[in-house]
């Protein structure tokens, strides 16, 4: 018997495919205790969401397979239970929460059944018990209007919202282990920190263990005792937080660290010419609402984008922060003219792009291209990694002769870190980062003078997404592209950009060098974001945990 | 969800104004009933006197005035085969199609629920393997030739099952039977389908982790997710058994509302012709929007949008 | 095409890792070679047997199945005319593989069309073949049939008609929806920012990914045509003689249940196997299409494939 709530000793998980089998997990051992909080840390892939899995019984097996190992829970070995003594256990003793919580929530049941449900199967409750008791989660979670809202389906919450019900869902029994995986990744960062602090209190209120698995250093920080750094399916380093982050022993841990954007101040940047190249003026893009009978609009609008002003000088970049829903990405279709805005002027080198047609539109296509954020959607998966680079000049047939094709395919590959030979391959044999690259050699085909990065890094693991930006830097330097930049994260945008504006409802609230306003942010919206925006040091979470109640009381 | 419903309501209705019109004046150009209901020696003189008790004589454009009049006071005209308003003889002949389609639906939902269901828990397994190759096999067979095929081996080689009419429990086994096999075959399909979604999808993973029993988890949680194709195909499949039964109504003597039609077609008497399209189309219509509803009852994501 | 300057193995998936998958799955493997018998009967058929097909012999009336004393055209017996039940039946696939072919290439080259017209256009054209769609959708459909056979005249070019208008709005309704949802992938948008325009995005990016799924929806709309045509011929407002399909012949048959149950019994013995064999075919295309599933049909997976 040992003292620990949860002790998991060399557990190895493999998968069956055809094949042959993979190890996901090849024997992690690691323990928590009660009142403690176990962060595993570690990038997709390294097994550690197979792992929590493991721990409540819900692999799938096949194609799973516990290979070896023992998870011990109170002194209990859980998998040499039975099906329905196990069963018995999750949500009573153990409970879990998930990141993608639309998913994860089941659509037809309203959120107040599904709360009271936990309920019901274990303490073979009442209904209308159940019920009043779930409407008083809802409340401790802090869902408004609780009683009205227990009637409501997943649907009609927001995702911080739904994180919320999911956690008062797990909270019902008050179990004694909490496994919560990824639960802040989908959610922006202000929401974020208001649900790490909604778990902390639950933590301590109740005592319960949580073991927390994450890719985010941050996350990290904020609210974990130890960590746990998992890479390829072993646990390579292990201990407090503020050791492992502070003084990493392995190498994997240090490049971690090290990937990790705005840690040091980037490097001094090279003077902008003063010479606006594409410029956006009281920009809007308005959707209108439609309803009744005959779907027609009733006068009222969403208003997406809302008299948005920006510049863009040669060869420099401009970040535009916001989170979901700020309009960033209809500000981006717009200036791609994949969407006409409702009112405003877009000028390219001073001409207006909505005029623009045939022979002028095609220049500035050539001119101004894009990386979208999700490399496996950019591609179209039908075509050879050559089709796809070479489909720009077979549109723009004047670019470059056909016979230099092949040369010139090669010449891009290696320019963005890969290998000529990869020319014949498919774009699903490739890894994120690896398409990226691929997206970011087609959108250099046509040697725009302007590239649209659209969440460009945000799909993709912090040490992938270090060397994204790293060749973006390059590319900038060497052939005095300008960039502008999207994103909802403020680190990778303090780490590349030369400006910044941020963008909240459709309008952009603060613009500037980026220096100036993340060190000295004047609107509001600002502080709070940048207050909210966790950094992998838990002294400085703690102080900017602290800031951020301030802010909130102010 | 109202104003879809309301929508869906418009729709039917321009359809159902296309079909009165359709039918009226193709109806008509299959040739005079005088020719059907009159000796062949007729004189000119009786056809005429035929013609004009039965308003044939008037511009088509003034029989299709009369019509819509008295469509409106609900009077679907006289039936000339059977002497008496077509409206009654069409009516007659609707209950006994409905219990048909009734008795074959409800039997196939829950067989291809039961079948679908258990197939999809061990995808690959040897119910799945089964079920999908017999449930192809029965959305493959023609209704006509499965019932012919029946008749001569319960009817005429066993003599176990009366070959034709209504009556006793017996009678019914043959038409439910061989009106069952292609909807239960396309249910499990759809079942097992929709059922193997579900059952991967994180919801399931969701209420695992809250400890609740594994039948509430399939039959709880996976099968009303599983149902919302089901509900769709199942009311296609039954709209097909109330306006399709036509051949297993025929072969079976089934006095049901596909037999009257084609007994009416085939004697021209136009007004039981109109009156059964009319009628069937309108069930059809009123099907179609209880299926919406049903819809919009099992998942909140249509009510609300 | 940059392909026309890469060396190596022919685009997509080639045909021999098609046959591969296909052999994998032993019943579509059947289903497979049972159709191109049959295809392969109906156009070289009446090279094979000559004028036999409406010889009459009468001592051979009636004559029973399975006994090859009177030669193999007369192995699955013979008609009440003395014909050859074998040579019947080849003569009828043609015209009962012909009208289900027809209306299914007018429904699908019509109804597919249109589906990705409506896709991409905006405005009233769209909303007028949706509109179409729904109302052909809402009518029932054999009742139409019925109708309008019996008022035209049964002749083969109205059925084909006939049974390719009810199946429109199916292939409308797929194709439309695969297109509203393919326009709002990435790959769209970023070949309309490389410069292409409307009719290259469209041939190049988007209807390669509709033909599977039309193509899958054809096979099980043939079956779905061919046991429409054989429950009207059934009916007699079908195909009429002296043109012969499987459906007539179950008809004409009926009445000699008790004394010659074979001649009914072939003919829709033979549409059945038909209508399986293209079902078989269709659920295995869907797995062989889709790239989520297709392992399962391959032998080892895909160890190179590694992300």
């Not at chain 1, 209990?76 to 990141?99: K, P, T, V, Y």
């Not at chain 1, 877009?346 to 220049?363: A, N, Y």
């Not at chain 1, 980062?433 to 693991?461: K, T």
């Not at chain 3, 054209?125 to 019925?146: C, E, H, K, Q």
């Amino acid at each position: 018997m040992s003292g620990h709530l949860l002790e998991v000793n060399d557990l190895a998980i493999s998968f069956g495919t055809v094949g042959g089998g993979v190890q996901a997990v090849d024997g992690i051992s690691f323990h928590l205790d009660r009142g403690e909080t176990l962060a595993i840390l570690g990038e997709s892939g390294s097994g550690k969401s197979v792992s929590a899995s493991a721990i409540m019984a819900i692999l799938d097996c096949p194609p799973g397979r516990i290979a070896r190992g023992s998870i011990l829970f109170e002194g209990r070995d859980l998998l040499s239970l039975s099906e329905s003594e196990r069963r018995r256990l999750n949500g009573e003793r153990i409970a879990m929460i998930f990141q993608d919580t639309l998913a994860h929530l089941n659509p037809v049941y309203s959120v107040g059944w599904q709360i009271a449900e936990t309920l019901e199967a274990h303490k073979r409750m009442a209904a209308r018990e159940a019920r009043a008791k779930a409407v008083r989660l809802m409340e401790s979670v802090g869902i408004p209007e609780p009683a009205r809202r227990a009637n409501d389906y997943p649907h009609q919450f927001s995702g911080g919202q739904r994180q919320r019900l999911m956690i008062a869902m797990a909270m019902a029994l008050e179990p004694a282990l909490l496994v919560a995986d990824e639960p802040t990744t989908a959610l922006d960062v202000t929401v974020q920190a208001q649900i790490l602090d909604l778990l902390r209190e639950a933590r301590d209120r109740t005592g319960m263990g949580m073991l927390l698995i994450t890719h985010d250093l941050g996350v990290v920080a904020d609210i974990a005792d130890r960590v746990a750094v998992m890479y390829q399916g072993r646990i390579v380093e292990t201990g407090p937080v503020r050791e492992v982050l502070g003084n990493p022993q392995h190498g994997y841990t240090q490049r971690l660290l090290s990937a990790v954007p705005g840690r040091e101040p980037p490097p001094p940047r090279a003077p902008v010419a003063d010479l606006p190249v594409f410029e956006a003026r009281n920009l809007t893009k308005h959707f209108p609402i439609t309803g009744g009978l005959f779907r027609r609009a009733t006068g009222e609008v969403v208003r997406a984008v809302d008299g948005v002003s920006l510049t863009l000088h040669r060869g420099e970049t401009l970040g535009v922060v916001g989170e979901s829903g700020s309009g960033k990405s209809t500000l981006a279709r717009m200036l791609l003219r994949l969407e006409e805005p409702t009112s405003g002027a877009i000028l390219f080198e001073g001409k207006d792009v909505s005029s623009l047609g045939g022979p002028g539109l095609l220049s500035f296509r050539r001119r101004v291209q894009v990386v979208f954020q999700d490399p496996f959607a950019s591609l179209d998966p039908r075509m050879r990694v050559a089709e796809l680079i070479a489909e720009p000049w077979t549109i723009h047939k004047d670019v470059l002769p056909r016979p230099r094709w092949n040369a010139r395919i090669a010449e891009l590959l290696s320019l963005v870190g890969l290998q000529p030979e990869h020319a014949a391959r498919y774009p699903h044999q490739f890894s994120g980062g690896q398409r990226q690259r691929i997206a970011i050699a087609r959108a250099l085909a046509l040697e725009p003078e302007i590239i649209i990065c659209d969440e460009a890094v945000s799909a993709l693991d912090v040490s992938i997404q270090a060397q994204i930006l790293a060749l973006l830097d390059d590319l900038q330097r060497a052939m005095g592209l300008a960039y502008l930049f999207i994103a909802h994260d403020l680190p990778v945008v303090r780490q590349i950009a030369d400006r910044v504006a941020v963008m909240q409802r459709g309008r952009i609230v603060e613009q500037g060098p980026c220096e100036e306003v993340f060190e000295r942010p004047q609107h509001p919206y600002t502080r709070a974001l940048l207050a909210a925006s966790p950094v992998p040091d838990p002294d400085a979470q703690a102080a900017r945990r602290k800031a951020r109640r301030e802010l909130a009381g102010a | 969800m109202g104003s879809f419903i309301a929508r869906r309501s418009l729709q039917s209705l321009v359809a159902l104004a296309g079909l009165i019109v359709l039918v009226f004046f193709a109806a008509r150009l299959t040739g005079s009933p005088a020719d059907l209901y009159l000796p062949i020696d007729a004189s000119v003189e009786a056809r005429q006197e035929f013609n004009e008790k039965h308003g044939f004589n008037d511009p088509l454009t003034e029989q299709f005035g009369r019509f819509l009049a008295d469509l409106a006071r609900f009077d679907l005209g006289h039936s000339i085969r059977k002497d008496r308003p077509a409206l009654e003889v069409v009516l007659e002949a609707i209950p006994t199609t409905l219990a048909l389609a009734a008795v074959t639906m409800t039997l196939a939902v829950a067989g291809a629920i039961l079948v679908g269901s258990l197939a999809a828990r061990r995808p690959g397994g040897a119910v799945d393997r089964l079920g999908s190759t017999l449930s192809l096999a029965a959305a493959s067979a023609p209704d006509f030739w499965v019932a012919i095929s029946a008749i001569l081996l319960f009817a005429v080689a066993l003599g176990w099952l009366p070959t034709s009419g209504m009556g006793t429990f017996w009678h019914w086994i043959m038409p439910v039977g061989v009106l069952l096999i292609r909807p239960f075959g396309i249910l499990v399909q759809v079942v097992r389908g929709s059922m193997l979604g579900a059952l991967a999808a994180p919801y399931v993973k969701t209420a695992r982790a809250k400890g609740i029993g594994e039948r509430a988890v399939v039959f709880v949680h996976a099968l009303r997710n599983g149902l919302l194709p089901v509900i769709t195909v199942a009311g296609d499949q039954a709209a097909g058994i109330v306006n399709g039964a036509v051949i297993v109504e025929t072969i079976f003597g089934w006095p049901g509302i596909g037999k009257l039609m084609i007994d009416s077609i085939i004697q021209r008497d136009f007004a039981v012709i109109q009156a059964s399209i009319l009628v069937t189309a309108a069930i059809i219509f009123a099907m179609n929007i209880v299926i919406d509803l049903a819809y919009g009852l099992l998942d909140p994501r249509v009510r609300h949008a | 095409m940059a392909s026309a300057s890469l060396p190596g193995a022919a685009r997509g998936l080639g045909a021999r890792r098609w046959l591969a998958m296909l052999a994998r799955d032993p019943l579509a493997c059947l289903a497979a070679l049972f159709l191109l018998l049959l295809v392969a009967a109906a156009l070289l058929g009446p090279a094979l047997i000559p004028e036999s097909a409406g010889r009459m012999n009468l001592r051979l009336r009636n004559a029973p199945p399975f006994e090859l004393a009177n030669g193999w055209l007369y192995v699955l017996g013979a008609d009440t005319l003395g014909r050859s039940m074998l040579a019947r039946l080849i003569e009828a696939s043609r015209s009962t593989l012909m009208v289900a072919s027809a209306a299914v290439a007018l429904s699908f080259l019509i109804g597919g069309t249109l589906g990705v017209l409506a896709g991409y256009a905006r405005g009233w054209g769209a909303t007028l073949i949706l509109r179409m769609a729904d109302v052909l959708m809402s009518f029932p459909s054999l009742l139409l049939a019925v109708v309008v056979l019996y008022t035209f005249s049964p002749s083969i070019a109205n059925i084909v008609v006939v049974l390719a208008v009810t199946r429109l709005p199916v292939y409308i309704r797929t194709a439309r929806a695969e297109i509203l949802e393919l326009r709002e992938r990435m790959f769209v948008s970023a070949a309309r920012v490389m410069g292409a325009g409307p009719v290259r995005t469209a041939l190049r990016h988007v209807v390669p990914f509709v033909l599977p799924t039309l193509l899958t929806l054809a096979a099980v709309d043939f079956a779905y045509v061919m046991l429409a045509e054989s429950a009207l011929s059934f009916l007699g407002i079908g195909i009429q003689p002296p043109d012969v399909t499987w459906g007539l012949m179950v008809a004409q048959g009926r009445g000699y249940l008790a004394s010659a149950w074979w001649l009914a019994f072939f003919p829709g013995l033979f549409i059945m196997l038909t209508t399986l064999s293209l079902n078989l075919l269709a659920s295995w295309l869907r797995v062989a299409a889709d790239p989520q599933q297709r392992w399962r049909l391959e032998p080892g997976g895909k160890a190179g494939d590694a992300p």
